[in-house]
């Protein structure tokens, strides 16, 4: 079927966490806003996911839910293979009801506190938390801006990783927020450092389904065996379909010693091996028939892109969008405003009334820079490029 995105659905008062006016009165002391902030979509799901919502909903009975069942399997192991020409095995796949309490329960279970953990800034803000919260300190590999299009410092990478209280490296891939669809070479190079160096790779791919025309996502776990037995690999549907608030994940794990380890920690030590029924029906739908729905919300994010670009190009030239290769999150650098970061978050806040994530908020490399969630109707983005350029004019 043919979905259309640019239908404008109200999400006020729906508990959504990108609209909710408690929420953004808390976060950013106002709700006066139009946010294009947190990642999820202002899209509905597949239609399919949605009738099979419903069918759940009319069963009329919640109780606990099993999922290692044959269905579950192969809808996960079918879209692997289908998106990713990846193939995976049933007892591979853990669990978890999303990627961030996964990373958590993986750093205190694989590293001692006091230990160091790489990431590479600016990058998906929870990554901090996940770090220091537990106790263990951040290493930072800070991504490099050359030409206008992120590198990575690998001099700088393997020194970091070098240190013998290195135990982990999480990468973001593709990257959140600067929307980098790493190479093969780039990632080979990164994993041949981590083997090298006895570093433990957390590969955060929840964003992977997510790539633009012309660019390929290369899995990290298949980049070798020797790789793959060093990884652990983050998966989710949620970003994918926008289902995010059905909380189900897909952690993969190749290797068996490792799997074990993180299997006793989600299950025994922290409870988290039961999937939420919703959360299961959409899951399996949306793996086997959200296809034809993905391939649509892509192009559309990228016609999305397309239209920012050429919009600043006319209307703000000095404002620079870096060129997206992934994910539906814009990287935009406003620096040509000439304002403190402050400044800049009290105009955008105050005077065009959009609530966008600041850069700084994504650590070192963030100074300048905004994060705008294009997943929206046009109109939606239009308007609130049109606050922004009516609020430079006052
Ligand atoms: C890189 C990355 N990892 C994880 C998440 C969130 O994962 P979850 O909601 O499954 O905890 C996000 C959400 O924006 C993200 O961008």
């Known amino acids: 079927m043919k979905y259309d995105f640019d239908k404008v659905i109200d999400r006020k008062n729906t508990y959504a966490v990108k609209w909710d006016e408690h929420l953004l009165e808390e976060f950013y002391g106002t709700s006066d806003v139009l946010p294009l902030w947190v990642a999820d979509m202002d899209f509905q799901c597949p239609q399919p996911v949605i009738d099979a919502l419903i069918k759940k909903a009319e069963e009329g009975i919640y109780g606990y839910t099993w ?13 692997m293979k289908r998106r990713h020409n990846w193939e995976i095995k049933d007892d591979w796949i853990v669990y978890s ?25 600016p990058v998906y803000y929870p990554f901090f938390s996940a770090i220091t919260s537990n106790g263990r300190q951040i290493l930072n590999n800070q991504l490099k801006l050359v030409n206008d299009r992120y590198e990575i410092d690998f001099e700088d ?20 927020p600067v929307g980098r669809v790493w190479t093969r070479e780039e990632l080979m190079h990164l994993g041949a450092i981590c083997l090298k160096h006895d570093v433990l790779v957390i590969s955060d791919e929840i964003h992977n389904d997510l790539i633009l025309p012309s660019y390929n996502h290369v899995i990290f776990s298949e980049l070798s065996k020797e790789i793959e037995d060093i990884t652990i690999m983050c998966t989710a549907p949620s970003k994918t379909f926008n289902i995010a608030g059905l909380q189900m994940s897909n952690i993969i794990i190749p290797n068996e010693k ?6 006793v920690a989600f299950r025994d030590k922290n409870s988290l091996g039961i999937p939420n029924a919703f ?20 192009e559309y994010v990228d016609n999305n892109f397309k239209f920012l670009e050429s919009f600043l190009k006319e209307k ?38 959009v609530a966008l994530d600041y850069g700084t908020m994504f650590g070192e490399g963030g100074e300048g820079f905004e994060r705008i969630n294009v997943a929206c109707p046009r109109s939606i983005l239009e308007e609130c490029m049109n606050r922004i350029i009516n609020a430079t004019k006052e």
């Not at 290692?68 to 879209?79: D, N, Q, S, V």
């Open 279 to 298: 959360g299961l029906e959409a899951l399996i739908t949306a793996y086997q028939e959200g296809d034809d729905w993905l391939d649509q919300v892509m």
């Open 67 to 79: 999922h290692k069942h044959p269905t579950y399997f192969e809808a996960i192991k079918g879209w």
């Open 316 to 353: 703000l030239p000095d404002v620079k969008m870096i060129k997206p290769e992934g994910t539906y999150l814009a990287w935009v650098d406003f620096s040509s405003f000439n304002m403190s970061e402050e400044d800049r978050k009290e105009f955008m806040l105050k005077k065009a009334k």
């Open 97 to 121: 009801p999303g990627i961030v309490p996964a990373i958590k329960v993986i750093i205190r279970n694989f590293t001692n506190p006091g230990d160091k953990v790489l990431i590479q800034t």
């Open 258 to 263: 490792i799997r074990k380890q993180v299997d």
């Open 157 to 176: 990478f393997e020194e970091k990783a070098k240190d013998p209280l290195c135990k982990l490296f999480i990468l973001c891939s593709p990257h959140n």
